[in-house]
């Protein structure tokens, strides 16, 4: 697919809105706005963009990655923040927020155990098929889950029944706090793709637009019945695991200098440095961007951080999460 100027200017502003909104839970864990946890994925949201903006139909289904909550992903197909804004907040939604849900949009939630994507996928991809309107199904995954058997058995099933998957893996280095280079043999996961008789591929990952070409490859071969794919996407994440816990390898302090390279390497950096060096963008054109991204986030906040907390059984959350810190 070519992009033309404003699908190259989408792309950046869907980077900057994701960056903002994480940066958003981060603060808010602080806060004590969030009544979960949050996985940082701030240097890897070329990925998020790259692999649903321009690759993904509407009638497709996606599994987002856990980086940043799948909010890239949500954005790119058009669902409002506001879910997922309330979500972490604990909060009541409006009656219908603007936009399509996530369901409308193919996005079914995620697994609660590492690994349990795999399967979900190849479900989705045999739907796609069955459907037969040339629907796709994108999976996407840490490198971390690479070790699951739960790959093998999904990537084995959809090679052999050539579904319309193209399996996406963001290869931050790290599974948690397990260097990927302790717990794999080999350096490229997409070498994995070969034993299943489908294409792997590895792009820089901090490159939308080698991002967008390899997914959307990916997908328009799986569209046309020649079944999955494997891209993966080298990356790097500039925080730890999830916020507020230790920055570790192993039980070391992650290289200071390591994560400085990488953030000379910030996506959405180079990005904009290369759109204003082609000319697709102007210095005023990033500083509206980054003003309506910084409203948006900010009428999100402001809605989720005054909106009622939900009721069950008669017990509001904030009774009921007094409760349980009570004992």
């Given at each position: ?253 992650r290289s200071k200098e390591r994560i400085e390279s990488w953030r000379q390497r910030d996506p959405i950096l ?58």
């Amino acid at each position: 697919m070519k992009l033309e100027r404003e699908h190259l200017v989408h792309l950046y502003a869907l980077m900057v809105r994701t960056r903002k909104f994480d940066i958003l839970m981060c603060d808010g864990i602080k806060e004590g706005k969030l009544v979960s946890f949050f996985h940082s994925g701030q240097g890897e949201e070329a990925i998020s963009a790259g692999s649903s903006a321009f690759a993904v139909r509407e009638d497709d289904y996606l599994y987002p990655h856990h980086r940043s909550h799948g909010i890239g992903w949500h954005m790119a197909q058009g669902v409002s923040p506001l879910y997922w804004v309330a979500q972490h907040y604990g909060t009541v939604l409006p009656e219908k927020p603007p936009g399509p849900t996530l369901e409308e949009r193919g996005i079914f939630g995620r697994s609660g155990t590492i690994g349990g994507m795999f399967v979900l996928a190849a479900g989705w991809g045999l739907a796609a098929q069955k459907n037969g309107r040339e629907q796709i199904c994108v999976c996407l995954f840490g490198d971390g889950a690479s070790g699951r058997g739960t790959l093998h058995e999904a990537m084995n099933f959809a090679a052999v029944r050539k579904l319309p998957i193209v399996w996406v893996c963001e290869n931050n280095g790290f599974g948690q706090w397990m260097p990927i280079t302790d717990a794999y043999a080999r350096e490229d996961i997409a070498d994995l793709a070969a034993g299943y008789d489908m294409p792997g591929v590895v792009v820089d990952g901090q490159d939308v637009l080698a991002v967008h070409e390899a997914v959307y490859a990916a997908s328009e071969r799986a569209r046309k019945g020649d079944g999955p794919s494997l891209v993966e996407c080298k990356t790097f994440r500039l925080g730890p695991h999830n916020e507020g816990g230790p920055d570790v390898s192993h039980a070391d302090l992650r290289s200071k200098e390591r994560i400085e390279s990488w953030r000379q390497r910030d996506p959405i950096l180079l990005f904009r440095e290369k759109l204003l060096k082609q000319g697709a963008i102007t210095d005023a054109d990033v500083a509206r961007i980054d003003s309506e991204a910084d409203a948006e986030v900010a009428a999100a906040d402001e809605y989720c951080t005054n909106a009622p907390k939900p009721v069950v059984d008669g017990v509001s959350a904030s009774e009921l999460d007094q409760r349980l810190h009570a004992g």
